[in-house]
């Protein structure tokens, strides 16, 4: 069965830098399209971006472009979603969800960044 | 900072049915056939009960329904069993040429009686 396996839970400081994986299995990686959607703290979901593995084409939303990069590695049938600069607005939920229909169906569990000095 | 409008809270009691509204615009709801419905228990991710406007992935039950009125999509849930009782986020694509764009609503929280 589909299945996306994220990585845990970060704590960063301000300023710095993370790399969330999203490792996927149980169908064709390099056929359906991988987005990302952060949830803030008691708020409501926000859509930042998302990859097609198969000819690592990423499309990021205008309002939080260049504050982070969508990438994927075939091989080990990963999606990355990695965030710089972090500020404390930054803390979220990342969810990373493959394809369905074009909308993000099959979703990852989840990996909390938190960003605290 | 959510794109479209929901109602905060609505409630009905076991086999009532409960509508949520999801208000956008021309550039969102209103200019595309491309909405869809989350529904999403506390702790867990988010799951696609409806998508463009008023289709069901498999295994969601038909007593969810989706449809649209120019910039307004609606989520009905008929029978409303107390498994139902979760938040629900409507999404809508709202690219432009340039940008790819998907905006989600506010939120609305459901309440089994």
Redo the contacts between chains.
């Keep these: 069965q589909v299945q996306l396996v994220q990585s845990g839970a970060e704590v960063k400081r301000p300023g710095a830098s993370v790399k969330v994986s999203c490792k996927a299995s149980g169908y064709s990686f390099t056929s359906y399209g991988v ?1 990302w ?1 952060r949830q803030a703290p008691g708020q ?4 930042m ?2 990859i097609h593995p198969g000819n690592g084409n990423a ?5 939080l472009q260049g504050t982070f990069t969508i990438t994927r590695d075939t091989s080990a049938s990963t999606v990355y979603l990695e965030l710089s600069s972090l500020r404390s607005e930054d803390t979220a939920v990342y ?1 990373c ?1 493959r394809q ?6 099959w ?4 990996t909390l960044v938190t960003v605290s000095s | 900072q959510s794109d479209l409008t929901q109602p905060r809270s609505v409630s009905g009691s076991p086999g009532q049915s409960v509508t949520i509204s999801c208000t956008g615009t021309t550039s969102d709801v209103g200019g595309y056939n491309y909405v869809s419905w989350y529904q999403q228990h506390p702790g867990t991710a988010p799951k696609l009960m409806i998508y463009d406007v008023g289709k069901r992935p498999s295994g969601v039950p038909d007593r969810f329904s989706g449809s649209k009125s120019g910039n307004t999509a609606s989520l009905t849930i008929s029978g409303l069993q107390a498994e139902d009782e979760a938040d629900y986020y409507c999404c809508s694509y709202a690219g432009t040429y340039t940008f790819d764009n998907y905006a989600f609503g506010t939120g609305t929280k459901v309440t089994v009686l």
């Design positions: 987005h959607v409501s979901l926000e859509w971006g998302w499309k990021y939303s205008q309002k969810y969800a369905s229909g074009g909308w993000p169906g979703w990852g569990q989840g």
